[in-house]
């Protein structure tokens, strides 16, 4: 969905290396996510953002840390990677109440940590 | 145990046949329902949304919710080639931070 978008797409780095992943959006929405997905576990949430200065911890969050720069970007960091930390991560957002509990979806990056 | 439990599959079948995909899920607070469609290397988008028990249908596919049962269904009829992908259940709370919780999604093939 061009709506949202994610960089970068793929990325390949070392255990112990910081890293970001960045989230931009287009469809004006408030709240923001930050999911990974693994095979067999399905998506789980690490953090999300119901606007700039509201910021909340998900299932999964040790490890990570999260930046809203603005309403449209939202940004995941790794500080120090792990290899248990490869994954696809997906970035999403939501027009709540307006929309409803749907979310759109970015294309995912996927991170392999070696 | 998984607040959502959904079978991962995979699931093959021929063209034309009836697909029926299930999750299950513990929690009674949840009162929203969605399963989303995600094909290779792209991000999950979403297929049906319903929030009340019965069925809801759309084209050829039928949402159906028994929320005694705390059993969700998703049918796809006639299903084509250009189903083959996975699907996730996602529910929600009525309150709190109305954050989706996922089945773990179930792969499915449709030969042609």
């Known amino acids: 969905d061009a709506d949202v978008t994610q960089t970068p797409r793929n990325r390949i780095t070392k255990t112990g290396k910081r890293i970001m992943l960045e989230c931009s959006q287009t469809k004006g929405h408030d709240r923001m996510y930050w999911y990974r997905q693994d095979p067999g576990l399905g998506l789980r949430l690490i953090y999300y953002s119901f606007d700039v200065k509201d910021i909340n911890k998900g299932e999964i969050s040790d490890g990570y840390s999260v930046s809203r720069q603005a309403q449209a970007k939202f940004s995941l960091s790794l500080e120090s990677a792990i290899p248990n930390q490869t994954a696809l991560y997906f970035c999403a957002t939501s027009d709540f109440p307006t929309g409803g509990d749907e979310q759109f979806f970015g294309p995912g990056t996927r991170l392999t940590v070696l | 145990q998984k607040e959502v439990e959904q079978d991962p599959g995979p699931l093959s079948v021929p063209e034309g046949a009836i697909v029926s995909l299930n999750c299950t899920y513990s929690n009674s607070a949840f009162q929203y329902f969605m399963w989303y469609r995600q094909y290779s290397r792209k991000g999950p988008e979403l297929l049906m949304y319903?929030?009340?028990?019965g069925n809801k249908e759309d084209g050829r596919f039928t949402a159906q919710v028994d929320k005694s049962s705390k059993y969700i269904s998703l049918f796809i009829r006639d299903s084509q080639p250009s189903d083959s992908a996975t699907y996730l259940c996602a529910m929600s709370a009525r309150t709190g931070r109305r954050a989706l919780t996922f089945g773990s999604g179930t792969r499915l093939q449709v030969q042609p």
């Open positions: 319903t929030y009340s028990s």
